[in-house]
């Protein structure tokens, strides 16, 4: 079963998130916050992590540079869902290893899950 490390500090965004996930029969890993999602992705290794950029603590962009610079984990599509609908914040995004990048306000959670399954179809 392929697995997705979804990091958002909304309690709300994570839990839809989460649910459509799981109903698409991806198995779930959540976290609110940057070192947390750190520590999910070393226990877990997950297949997709789904990343918003604003956490409390460290930047969704410092998660971003941690993970792309370890060996281990580098290969792991990240795709950004964030409120920073600004171009440079997109860019920045691509080139710290993003595969994807997703504003907030301009999607719903089936473009999450086409967005999802481009980079693994479901088993």
């Known amino acids: 079963m392929r697995s ?6 909304d309690p709300t ?3 839809a998130l989460s649910e459509v996930m799981l109903s698409e029969g991806y198995k779930v890993y959540t976290s609110f916050e940057a070192d947390g999602g750190l520590e ?6 997950p297949d997709l992590i789904l990343l918003d950029l604003i956490l409390p603590g460290k930047s969704g962009f410092e ?10 984990t580098s ?4 795709v950004i869902l964030s409120n ?22 301009d999607y719903d959670l089936n ?6 399954k481009k980079y693994f179809p479901k088993k």
Do not use: C, M, T, W
């Open 75 to 78: 290969s792991i599509p990240v």
């Open 63 to 72: 998660f971003l540079k941690e993970i792309k610079n370890s060996p281990s």
């Open 40 to 45: 999910k992705v070393a226990n877990n290794k």
């Open 4 to 9: 997705i490390l979804i990091i958002e500090d």
């Open 13 to 15: 965004i994570q839990k």
């Open 84 to 105: 920073l609908g600004d171009e440079d914040e997109v860019r920045q995004g691509l080139k710290l290893g993003a595969v994807d990048f997703l504003v907030k306000a």
């Open 111 to 116: 473009e999450v899950v086409k967005i999802i």
